[in-house]
C-alpha cells in the first residue's frame, strides 16, 4: 500500500485499538447484521452478528475496517443468507447527504468522471452518464460549511415534520452526524418497526411532498373561476407549511425571487398585507384583484419545494437497509458519525464535534483545497504546496485524494 494510504491505515488503527474510543452499540445488538468494509482489501464482510460491544470491538480492532455498518433491520438470524434471516422488524431511517442537493458550492468543488467513457463535468453526479450511459463515476467531492448547512436545514425541516405531523417526541428521534456531509435520523420507536416498504414510501412522500392532495386536486379543477374556491387550507400538516410558507415568502421576496419561482405578477409584491390577511388567513383567495387561483397554486407549487425536506428517498424505503454504525470512522473523511441531541441541531458544529485524531502533525503535499475548518482552526487555501497539518486535517486531505504524505 502506498504510502499515505497507510498512514491513513495506522490512525484508523490506532482509531479502534484505544479503549478509549467510544462506540455505542445499536438496540437489540444480537438482532442485527453487522457489515463492514476492509480497509486494505476493499471488500465487504457482511452477515455478522455480535452479541456484545466486546465482541465488535475485538474484531474492529483485529480487521481495521474502512467503514462500518449494521442493519436497520431486527432479525430473528442476523448472520444467515439474506432470505433465511426472519426479517422481525426495522428502525426507520432517513439521509441526508450533500452529495444529492443543490449547493451554490457543489459546482466549485465537486467533480466527476465517468470510469467508462472518461465524460466528466463539475456539480453534483449525474446517476446515469450522458455520453455512454453508463452509472459508475469517480468523484472528488469535498464536505465544506456550505454544504453542511444546507444538509442542516433539510434535516431541521425533516425533524419539525416528524415532531409536528407524525406526533414523535424529540427525545425519540435520534439525530447523527454522518461522518462525511450530512446527517442521519433514525426512530427507533417500536410503532414504526413493523411498517413495510410501502408505508415506508407514503413517508417518503410525505417529507418530500410528492402527489401533495390539496395541489394536485385544485390544479385537475381547473380551469375556469371555481379553481380558486376549490384550493382551500385547514391548519394542519401540509395545508399549515404551506400556509406559512406562502406567508414568509411574501413578507420577505424580492422581484428577483418572485422570477426565479416563475411568478411574474407584480400585484404579489404590492398588495403583501391584503393577500396575507384576506387570502392566506381568510381564504378568500381571489379577493384581491390580479392574483387569481393560478397564481397562488403557481406559488404554492413553489412554496411545496422550499418546505419540503431533501431527504435520500432510497435508504428510508430500504427495509434491509445497512446504516453506518455510530461512533466509527467515515472512510471518505476520518470523521466520525456521531450522535446529539435533536434540539442542537444548529448549534452542532460537526467539523469541531467529529474529529476522531486530536493529537500530532504530520507533514503533506497538498494538491489543491479551498480555505476549511476543522478542529476548531481554519486551514489553508493550499495549492501544490508542503504543509505540516494536524493529523485530522491531513487523513481528511488524503481520503479525499487532495494530499500525499511527504516524504
Ligand atoms: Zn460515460
Ligand atoms: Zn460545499
Known amino acids: 500500500m502506498e504510502a499515505s494510504r497507510d498512514f491513513v491505515y495506522q490512525k484508523f488503527c490506532e482509531y479502534y485499538r484505544d479503549p478509549q474510543t467510544v462506540i455505542p452499540l445499536p438496540p437489540l445488538p444480537s438482532q442485527r447484521e453487522f457489515g463492514y468494509l476492509m480497509f486494505k482489501e476493499r471488500f465487504m464482510v457482511r452477515h455478522r452478528r455480535f452479541e456484545t460491544i466486546r465482541q465488535l470491538r475485538s474484531v474492529l480492532s483485529d480487521t481495521i475496517p474502512s ?29 441526508i447527504d450533500a452529495d444529492h442537493l443543490t449547493t451554490p458550492c457543489n ?7 465517468c470510469t467508462k467513457c472518461g465524460f466528466g463535468g463539475r456539480g453534483i453526479t449525474p446517476e446515469i452518464c450522458p455520453c455512454c450511459e453508463g452509472t459508475k463515476f469517480e468523484t472528488k467531492t469535498w464536505p465544506c460549511d456550505v454544504c453542511i448547512d444546507t444538509a442542516r436545514q433539510e434535516a431541521a425541516k425533516l425533524l419539525d415534520m416528524l415532531e409536528k405531523d407524525f406526533g414523535f417526541s424529540l427525545d425519540e428521534l435520534r439525530v447523527f ?90 400585484a404579489l409584491l404590492k398588495n403583501k398585507e391584503a393577500l396575507i390577511n384576506r387570502c392566506i388567513t381568510e381564504g ?44 466509527t470512522l467515515h472512510g471518505k473523511t476520518g470523521l466520525m458519525k456521531m450522535e446529539f441531541s435533536a434540539k442542537d441541531l444548529q448549534d452542532f458544529d460537526p467539523f469541531a464535534r ?54
Open 177 to 266: 452526524f454522518s461522518g462525511h456531509r450530512g446527517y442521519h435520523v433514525h426512530v427507533e420507536s417500536e410503532a414504526v418497526h413493523s411498517l413495510d416498504a410501502m408505508a415506508r414510501k407514503e413517508i417518503v412522500d410525505y417529507v418530500t411532498g410528492l402527489g401533495l392532495a390539496v395541489l394536485e386536486k385544485a390544479v385537475k379543477e381547473k380551469p375556469g373561476k371555481s379553481s380558486a374556491r376549490k384550493f382551500s387550507l385547514h391548519n394542519f400538516g401540509w395545508n399549515k407549511r404551506l400556509k406559512l410558507g406562502m406567508q414568509n415568502f411574501l413578507l420577505t421576496a424580492s422581484k428577483e425571487d418572485l422570477k426565479a419561482a416563475g411568478l411574474k405578477n407584480p
Open 284 to 327: 378568500r383567495w381571489e379577493s384581491v384583484s390580479g392574483v387569481s387561483g393560478q397564481t397562488w397554486l403557481k406559488l404554492a407549487e413553489h412554496v411545496k419545494d422550499l418546505e419540503s425536506s431533501k431527504i435520500d428517498t432510497v435508504v428510508t424505503t430500504d427495509i434491509h437497509r445497512l446504516i453506518r454504525m455510530n461512533g
Open 107 to 113: 459546482k466549485i468543488h465537486d467533480e466527476f468522471t
Open 354 to 407: 467529529a474529529v476522531a485524531f486530536k493529537k500530532g502533525t504530520v507533514k503533506v503535499l497538498v494538491s489543491d483545497i479551498p480555505e476549511f475548518r476543522l478542529g476548531g482552526e481554519t486551514l489553508g487555501p493550499y495549492k501544490n504546496e508542503t504543509k505540516e497539518l494536524p493529523v485530522a486535517a491531513a487523513v481528511l486531505l488524503i481520503c479525499k485524494g487532495r494530499a500525499k504524505v511527504a516524504n
Open 67 to 95: 467503514d462500518v455498518y449494521h442493519s436497520i433491520a431486527y432479525y430473528e438470524n442476523p448472520d444467515f443468507d439474506m432470505d433465511k434471516k426472519g426479517w422481525l422488524g426495522a428502525d426507520l431511517v432517513f439521509d
